[in-house]
């Protein structure tokens, strides 16, 4: 059975930092592309990052770009997000899945929610002073 757990969200100023982890079992994450997906109160899940799975490629939303960063540890079977410089605009909950169908991602489409499963149960980010 695959399961995607998300952690590493909390309470955060503006301008500060967190860095998020996605760990799979049962799924090998190396073999895929991996995304990040964000929902805030109100709002539609967006795509945020996503990560190829051998070919280096990445993609990074117009409102996320210079700040975060993605990665992955295959040892680990683990993708992470970096998020520095972080603003109220990007609280939200931050959700990882997979991609089975691709194994790149660079742009929006490759990024289309439709094409991803096994959902985790997310970890809330908060932006406040």
């Known amino acids: 059975q695959v399961h995607f757990v998300e952690s590493g969200g909390g309470l955060v100023q503006p301008g500060g930092s967190l860095k998020l982890s996605c760990e799979a079992s049962?799924?090998?994450?190396?073999?895929?592309?991996i995304g990040w997906f964000r929902q805030a109160p109100g709002k539609e899940r967006e795509a945020v990052s996503g990560?190829?799975?051998?070919?280096?490629?990445?993609y990074y939303a117009d409102s996320v770009k210079g700040r975060f960063t993605i990665s992955r540890d295959n040892a680990k079977n683990r993708v992470y997000l970096q998020m520095n410089s972080l603003k109220p605009d990007d609280a939200a909950v931050y959700y990882c899945?997979?991609?089975?169908?691709?194994?790149?991602?660079?742009?929006?489409?490759?990024?289309?929610?439709?094409?991803?499963?096994?959902w985790g149960q997310g970890t809330q980010v908060t932006v406040s002073s």
């Open positions: 899945a997979a991609n089975t169908m691709r194994t790149s991602v660079s742009t929006a489409q490759t990024m289309a929610l439709y094409e991803y499963d096994y």
């Open positions: 990560i190829g799975s051998s070919d280096g490629s990445t």
């Open positions: 049962g799924f090998f994450t190396q073999y895929y592309a």
